[in-house]
């Protein structure tokens, strides 16, 4: 559903407020939606990595997009204790690190603070909310092109809407929806996140391999010669797969599949980013995932499982 809300809804009055919010896994993606909702006057605490953190303090975290370039005065912290108090965590690890890094939030979540998951993958509010118990927990669907360009720097390339689930018997959901909208982050609630969610996986599993393995954004990637036939087939499988498990897959996956490169042409995956820093990537919960439930339910995935064993071996290489 689009977002709306009449004047006299809870929602719109906890909107009115600004939120406490604390970004866990401040990276690009945590870092770019920390920024704007700072930006809007939001009360935002990033937790990240030291390097970043140093900057943030003397300098404000720098938000660098096509219409602004801006330092922009948070919070920041290595310390997960930092998110004490949030009304609103914004949980964006990798999805490698999902449980532990649940473990860490939960002596520090106030009861009723909301965690939105902004990560890669399609399980991973499944898995937080067995880590959090009945901690409120909502999965969102992440459409944005970003990139640390260094410490305390984040670039933005591209897009940038959320589409979020709703949480059973409240509105938090929607009081977070209108605060980004507000900030200047197009977000939607709906009720099909699930086929939200397997529409990214696919649009990740088409580019995010091919990608890293030629170290080249998508704009370059496609021009490869049988690149965008490689391409069809793994969108081929991982429709067959989410038919054989029953998902309603939001949308035009092929047609977005399509469009993709023209709108994100110099935008570098974000699992060639990690295998150029010599990181693990989260390729198991891209074509990887497609290949393990391609097992389970009998369905044959044999270009996704090639991209997955390829960037599993370029993990293993070190970088030059």
């Not at 305390?152 to 979020?164: F, K």
């Not at 036939?229 to 309603?248: N, S, T, W």
């Not at 977005?256 to 990690?274: E, H, N």
Request: aromatic share 4%.
């Amino acid at each position: 559903m689009t977002l709306a809300a009449p004047p006299s809804t809870p929602a719109t009055f906890l909107n009115a407020m600004p939120l406490k919010v604390a970004v866990m896994g401040a990276g690009a993606v945590g870092c770019y939606y920390g920024g704007m909702l700072a930006r809007a006057g939001h009360e935002v605490t990033l937790i990240a990595r030291p390097q970043h953190v140093q900057v943030i303090r003397a300098h404000g975290l720098r938000v660098q997009t096509s219409a602004f370039d801006e330092h922009i005065v948070v919070a920041a912290s290595s310390d997960v204790a930092a998110v004490q108090g949030a009304q609103l965590v914004l949980f964006c690890v990798k999805s490698t690190d999902t449980e532990s890094a649940g473990l860490q939030l939960l002596p520090h979540l106030a009861p009723d603070a909301l965690v939105l998951t902004l990560q890669n993958g399609v399980d991973n509010a499944d898995r937080l909310r067995a880590v959090l118990g009945p901690q409120p927990v909502a999965a969102a669907v992440v459409y944005v092109a970003t990139e640390m360009a260094g410490p305390g720097h984040v670039r933005h390339h591209g897009r940038g809407e959320l589409v979020i689930e709703p949480v059973a018997g409240s509105l938090l959901s929607d009081a977070v929806a209108l605060a980004l909208a507000a900030a200047g982050v197009p977000t939607q609630v709906s009720d099909n996140v699930r086929g939200a969610l397997w529409a990214k996986l696919i649009l990740n599993c088409a580019y995010n391999a091919v990608s890293a393995i030629a170290q080249a954004p998508y704009g370059l990637t496609v021009q490869g010669e049988g690149i965008q036939d490689v391409m069809a087939d793994v969108v081929a499988e991982c429709l067959a797969v989410a038919l054989a498990d029953g998902v309603q897959v939001d949308g035009d996956v092929v047609g977005a599949v399509a469009r993709l490169a023209a709108s994100m042409p110099t935008q570098m995956s974000s699992t060639a980013q990690d295998l150029a820093r010599g990181k693990t990537t989260e390729i198991d919960y891209l074509n990887g995932f497609i290949v393990q439930r391609g097992q389970a339910l009998g369905v044959s995935t044999p270009t996704n499982r090639v991209l997955w064993a390829l960037v599993k071996l370029l993990e293993s290489v070190p970088p030059k």
